[in-house]
């Protein structure tokens, strides 16, 4: 089976930067996602690593190590509409297993 | 553009009732999930389909059931609702192969079980 193990909340300050970490248990996997999701809407795509290294999207990276089964995502220059949370998945023969989520509370 | 849409959104239901939901995407997708969110519990899977007239079991797929007759719907049925069903679900779906890990998620929809 594939299980994924993320923090349940993290809380930062506006303008600063948060890593939320990654890791997982899995035979085999094409890549590794991140999710957003704000109070009440639907998740939406951030981010994937097909290959181990970083990848940025504007304020937005993501990394992943698959010899050590670990990936994180980065949120630079946050801002109060980061607030929500955040999942990390892992994608294998036609479907997509999520974590439980990291509630990300940014303050002023 | 309507991407993907649930229907209904919301929907109280009796124990032992039974019910479908319905999934409809315009994107010419051709994977499709079904997920169920509980409150610390993430996204859990529950069937998901690679293409039309195929179904797969995902995580929690008990007292579910599951078809996929034309390519652009995905329809989750409840044969005899329980309490533990009660949940929001969510539907999605990606274009498949290399691009099956971009979801696109519908609206979600909530369901009560009495």
């Known amino acids: 089976g594939q299980s994924l193990e993320q923090p349940s909340e993290v809380t930062a300050v506006e303008g600063a930067i948060v890593q939320i970490n990654c890791t997982y248990q899995?035979?085999?996997?094409?890549?590794l996602s991140w999710y957003q999701q704000h109070d009440g809407g639907a998740p939406t795509f951030l981010s994937y690593?097909?290959?181990?290294g970083l990848e940025e999207t504007g304020r937005f990276s993501s990394f992943l190590s698959r010899s050590d089964s670990y990936g994180y995502l980065l949120l630079q220059e946050l801002q109060m509409k980061d607030s929500a949370s955040y999942f990390c998945?892992?994608?294998?023969?036609?479907?997509?297993?999520f974590g439980k989520g990291t509630k990300l509370s940014v303050k002023p | 553009n309507a991407g993907v849409t649930q229907t209904p959104k919301f929907r109280v239901l009796k124990t032992g009732q039974s019910m479908t939901l319905l999934c409809a995407q315009d994107?010419?997708?051709?994977?499709m999930y079904w997920y169920r969110q509980d409150p610390g519990m993430g996204l859990r899977l529950i069937h998901y389909?690679?293409?039309?007239?195929?179904?797969a079991k995902g995580e929690v797929p008990d007292g579910y059931n599951v078809s996929r007759l034309k390519k652009q719907n995905f329809l989750l049925g409840l044969e005899s609702a329980a309490p533990s069903q009660t949940s929001v679900y969510f539907c999605?779906?990606?274009?498949?192969?290399?691009?099956?890990?971009?979801?696109?998620f519908g609206a979600g929809s909530r369901l009560t079980v009495l």
């Open positions: 899995t035979s085999g996997f094409y890549g």
């Open positions: 999605a779906s990606s274009l498949g192969g290399s691009g099956a890990n971009v979801l696109t």
């Open positions: 994107m010419n997708h051709e994977y």
């Open positions: 690593n097909a290959l181990d």
């Open positions: 998945a892992l994608g294998s023969q036609g479907n997509l297993i």
């Open positions: 389909s690679v293409g039309e007239g195929t179904t």
